[in-house]
């Protein structure tokens, strides 16, 4: 099953930037840290996109320090940032969320569309039996 989301649309997405900046595709040095307040899910360190909050706290009405992780490089920052900064940031990780969630949803459904068939062969074939249950 071919999921539209995760390692191979991210890589696919980072090729076509690639190509786009006339990069040569097949080298391995990594594109420059683009990260702004406005882009919070992006590492400034290896430009994956699935960086997340650990922990967070106010630092007064309208500002939040917050603990950052992105999981591909194993990077921890801390800073403090503007409520609507954040806002933006939220809005970005429950589109993830969603995407993760479809993506779930559709991996469950091929999974029992799986079992299911694999069941009626079996039945079919005479494996299963009603003493079987």
Known sequence: ??????NARRNL???????????DTAARTRLPARRTDADLH?????DSHLVHPLDWEP?????WRVE??????????????????LDRFDVILDDATES???DLSRL????????????VR?????QILPEDF
């Open 1 to 6: 099953m071919d999921l539209p989301h995760g």
């Open 13 to 23: 997405s980072v090729e076509l930037e690639r190509r786009a900046l006339g990069l």
């Open 42 to 46: 992006i590492c400034s360190s290896c």
């Open 59 to 63: 630092v007064d009405e309208t500002h």
């Open 68 to 85: 950052l992780h992105c999981p591909d490089c194993d990077r921890y920052t801390e800073d403090v940032y503007e409520q609507t900064v």
């Open 100 to 102: 993760l969630l479809d």
């Open 108 to 119: 469950q459904r091929s999974n029992m569309e799986d079992e299911v068939e694999r069941f």
């Open 122 to 126: 079996a039945v079919n074939a005479g």
